[in-house]
């Protein structure tokens, strides 16, 4: 019988036995302990796992983002290589028909010139033909007002026709700017060519001179390319006058010593200066007295374009200036505005006024109030003072750089307009209806917009016609139901009124002063005298303009659709009641002001005032952006605020 072996047990130390007995010795909780030690330990070697993990994953996705831009940068790569491969295709032209009228135009009208009845392209296609047979719409001006009439025109309305002296509109809220590199002048214009294409309209580079408007001619003065000019005639059916405004020289001496900014030509001129001065300053030839006059600043004007000037010329010095110029240069640096009203942006709420007095005072910048120019020399600007006696005092600036930006006049061919016409007496812009037609002019064949026009505000001129409405008893006198109509009547006519001829039963009680409950004629000429007198003309801005364009164009679209009808009911297209019927009269809705103020920005909302820093002056970049003219300068817009942003401002002298 096999014995079987059986394996030999090892016996324990004693001390392992005892650790034994005292394990099963102890309560469960001291188990617990154990167990609680044991996943401490565990996790003492988490985190660095846990880093681990954490690095891994930021590698991954950063791997990802870096693929993915690498990809992006080959797709848009490819994608403009096949656009390029579609679109760069030549192009031939072979035997366009062009009506002979336009190579070699008639003579005609009071001065013999010669009449452009017929453009060259005319004829290209049948779309070109189908629109020479509309009625002639043409537009002086390039700005905001006829732009606005381009952008709310449909195409087939008219035969549109662009005069203006400038190749290119301009977003004459940035120029201030441009005009010390801020953003690139190429970025705040757009070809008029451009603009008017989806209405296959035409462009005239010209001046408009004079105007017959008996035979519907305008004359414009062209220049070749030597400089010579030569008049010529453009037809019409209907004219928008949109040729803006000059600036106002009050009589101050001097002023050709002066800048002004409204055009991109003087954003590049003010540039030039600007870099010539810091320029100039730098050398160590340059006294101490002549460095000083150059570093030296003043805006006459403190409204939003004065404003916003010394505000980007202080930008401007304390960013670019300080890193890349002399730092004596940033030192002797003064910016002087000077106002002739007790407060700078006057025309803005009280709040905004004082917010960005206290800024320009924190940033250095002297504030003259109460103070006019009395004259510029090349080297000074003197100015006056009044004292609080009475007296006047009499300073001086050392400067070689003067910003004039105080009023507007009357643009040479608006000035023109009102000679040629009745009773056109406004001594600043040509008075237009509440229709924004032209008083005087041929009902319906001239309208004006923008900075050259102003709405007529007088109510007692209407006198005779309110009353003939009105008096229905015809016994010479206005009852309180017949004030009521003759309200109405003055809403309608003058739009501007409307808030203060609200309260109808106190105004005939205020100015029923027999207290007979009806008001004479000498009764009602006072009322409407003094009426007109507290009624406040549009201002001379971008915005006014641009609502006025579009009010405009809406119009004339409308009549334009209602054309075929007109004529088969034999009514003139240019009829005063087809006119008010398709549209009521211009109603003006402020959307409110706003300025730049040094990285930062006010904005006035009539009830509601905004100001503030950096949240502030984005949200003006923001409205500013959004109201560029194309999608081609919002993009040009968004780079130039980037580059300088990264990389400054550009310093060369362009």
């Not at 004629?521 to 003094?530: A, G, I, M, P, T």
């Not at 009808?565 to 009521?584: C, I, R």
């Amino acid at each position: 019988m096999l014995a079987i072996a059986r394996p030999r047990i090892r016996p324990k130390p004693p001390f392992i036995l005892n650790h034994a007995l005292a394990l099963k010795a102890r309560p469960p909780a001291n188990i617990s302990s154990f167990r609680l030690r044991t996943f401490a330990s565990e996790s003492t070697a988490t985190p660095k796992k846990s880093r681990f993990q954490r690095a891994y994953t930021f590698a991954k996705y950063t791997g990802y983002v870096c693929l993915s831009s690498v990809l992006g940068v080959v797709i848009l790569g490819a994608g403009i290589f096949v656009h390029d491969a579609f679109t760069y295709t030549e192009r031939h032209v072979d035997r366009v028909p062009v009506n002979p009228l336009a190579l070699h135009p008639e003579k005609g009208g009071p001065k013999n010139l010669p009449i452009v009845s017929a453009q060259m392209d005319d004829e290209e296609d049948e779309e070109a033909r189908k629109l020479a047979t509309k009625p002639k719409l043409v537009i002086v001006g390039g700005g905001w007002g006829a732009i606005g009439v381009l952008q709310t025109l449909s195409p087939g309305d008219y035969h549109v026709t662009v005069v203006t002296s400038e190749t290119f509109t301009t977003f004459t809220p940035l120029l201030p700017s441009a005009a010390v590199g801020t953003v690139q002048v190429r970025s705040l214009i757009e070809p008029v060519r451009k603009i008017i294409a989806r209405l296959r309209g035409h462009f005239v580079n010209g001046k408009a001179v004079d105007l017959c408007m008996q035979e519907r001619l305008l004359e414009i003065q062209t220049k070749d390319t030597d400089g010579n000019t030569a008049n010529i005639y453009i037809p019409y059916d209907k004219l928008i006058v949109a040729v803006g405004s000059v600036s106002s020289t009050h009589g101050v001496p001097g002023l050709e010593h002066c800048f002004q900014l409204k055009t991109i030509s003087d954003a590049q001129a003010i540039r030039r200066r600007v870099m010539d001065n810091f320029e100039v300053a730098s050398l160590p030839t340059t006294t101490p007295e002549e460095r000083k006059r150059l570093l030296s600043f003043v805006i006459c004007g403190g409204g939003p374009t004065g404003v916003e000037t010394a505000a980007e010329i202080f930008d401007f010095c304390q960013e670019d200036i300080f890193n890349y110029y002399p730092k004596i240069c940033r030192e002797e640096v003064s910016i002087h505005v000077i106002q002739s009203r007790g407060h700078i942006l006057n025309t803005y709420s009280e709040a905004i006024s004082n917010y960005a007095e206290d800024k320009f005072k924190r940033d250095g910048v002297n504030l003259i109030t109460n103070a006019r120019v009395a004259a510029v020399t090349p080297e000074h600007v003197i100015y006056t003072i009044r004292l609080p006696d009475g007296t006047m005092e009499q300073h001086s600036i050392p400067t070689n750089f003067t910003l004039w930006s105080t009023g507007i006049a009357m643009n040479p061919f608006t000035k023109r307009l009102t000679d040629l016409l009745p009773n056109q007496v406004h001594r600043k812009a040509v008075e237009t209806d509440a229709h924004l037609r032209v008083k005087g002019a041929p009902l319906g064949t001239v309208y004006a917009v923008g900075d050259c026009a102003t709405i007529e505000t007088s109510i007692v001129n209407h006198l005779m016609e309110l009353v003939n409405e009105a008096d229905k008893n015809k016994d010479g006198r206005i009852d309180f139901g017949e004030w009521e109509f003759m309200v109405e009547r003055i809403k309608k006519k003058i739009p501007m009124a409307e808030e203060h001829v609200s309260k109808v039963r106190e105004l005939f009680e205020l100015y029923d002063t027999d207290s007979d409950n009806s008001l004479t004629l000498n009764e009602l000429v006072e009322l409407l005298e003094d009426l007109g007198n507290k009624i406040t003309a549009l201002p001379a801005t971008a915005q006014v303009a641009a609502q006025q364009g579009k009010y405009v164009g809406k119009k004339l679209h409308k009549l334009a659709r209602r054309q075929t009808t007109l004529e088969a009911n034999d009514l003139s297209f240019q009829s005063q009641a087809m006119d008010e019927l398709v549209s009521g009269p211009f109603k003006y809705f402020h959307l409110g002001s706003l300025a730049y103020i040094g990285n930062a920005a006010v904005f006035d909302l009539g009830r509601y005032s905004f100001m503030g820093g950096l949240a502030a002056m984005y949200a003006w970049r923001s409205v500013y952006w959004n109201e560029s003219v194309s999608t081609r300068t919002r993009a040009m817009l968004m780079i130039d605020w980037i580059v300088r942003g990264i990389w400054g401002r550009d310093l060369s002298r362009l």
